[in-house]
């Protein structure tokens, strides 16, 4: 009887405890408002880390060039604007080594379903035909894209020149003529510049208006995913 009043007296004890315990837990805010947060700090971070001097240069130009390939785009969060000016992504389609009369008559098809005024939908159409044509293994990226430097490539000569001239015309979306290297016949297509995916301010220009505007950016020119989509991922995947 004695060990029956004990047990009932340190559950009594115990129980305000428990109940202090649950309410002291502060409730967990939802994904998509810890998402916002986490990728703020992520920017100001490693905005921070360029202004300290604690990231160079050559870090940016490294992901960006490609010498991790395009996936390390994905984790990326700021490209300083001198840097990112000078960067810009393209298209590809490989015909491989065809005829000259075969890779015309490609070209023609591919440009006639292509052919639109609306700059997104001539790069949706170009998704569609790279599927259908191309040959090139590399551009079944996640992206569907290859990241091109002004400066620095790592693309046989031809293909770099034909992509900066695109990229000069200043037309996102602006497709070349065919053009032939030793992989075969070649089209290209400009799709965007780099300063316009990443933020490429200081952190003065870290507001919430600036956040929000390159939160809901899309990650590249063929998937309507978003950085705030990505950020979602990220929080979801460290949870597991």
Not at 123 to 132: K, L, T
Not at 183 to 198: E, P, W
Not at 206 to 213: A, F, K, V
Request: hydrophobic share 40%; net charge negative.
């Amino acid at each position: 009887m004695k060990k029956l009043l004990t047990t009932l007296l340190t559950i009594v004890i115990a129980l305000p405890m428990i109940f202090l315990s649950g309410c002291s837990r502060t409730p967990e805010l939802p994904l998509e408002e810890r998402a916002r947060t986490s990728f703020i700090e992520n920017v100001h971070r490693v905005v921070r880390d360029y202004e300290n001097g604690l990231l160079d240069d050559d870090y940016f130009i490294n992901r960006l060039m490609g010498f991790a390939w395009p996936t390390t785009l994905d984790n990326l969060y700021f490209v300083p604007a001198r840097i990112a000016q000078n960067f810009f992504t393209v298209s590809h389609i490989l015909l491989g080594h065809v005829s000259g009369s075969d890779a015309a008559d490609k070209y023609k098809y591919i440009m006639d379903y292509i052919n639109t005024d609306d700059d997104r939908t001539r790069q949706q159409r170009f998704r569609v035909m790279i599927d259908q044509f191309n040959i090139d293994p590399g551009m079944f990226n996640p992206r569907y894209e290859y990241v091109m430097g002004v400066y620095e490539t790592l693309m046989v000569e031809p293909f770099t020149d034909v992509s900066r001239a695109l990229f000069a015309s200043g037309v996102p979306g602006a497709t070349s003529e065919i053009f032939w290297t030793e992989f075969g016949a070649h089209i290209v297509m400009y799709t965007r510049n780099i300063s316009d995916m990443f933020f490429t301010g200081t952190l003065d220009e870290i507001t919430p208006e600036n956040m929000e505007h390159f939160m809901n950016k899309t990650l590249n020119t063929f998937v309507p995913k978003t950085f705030l989509d990505r950020e979602m991922e990220f929080l979801q995947q460290n949870r597991q």
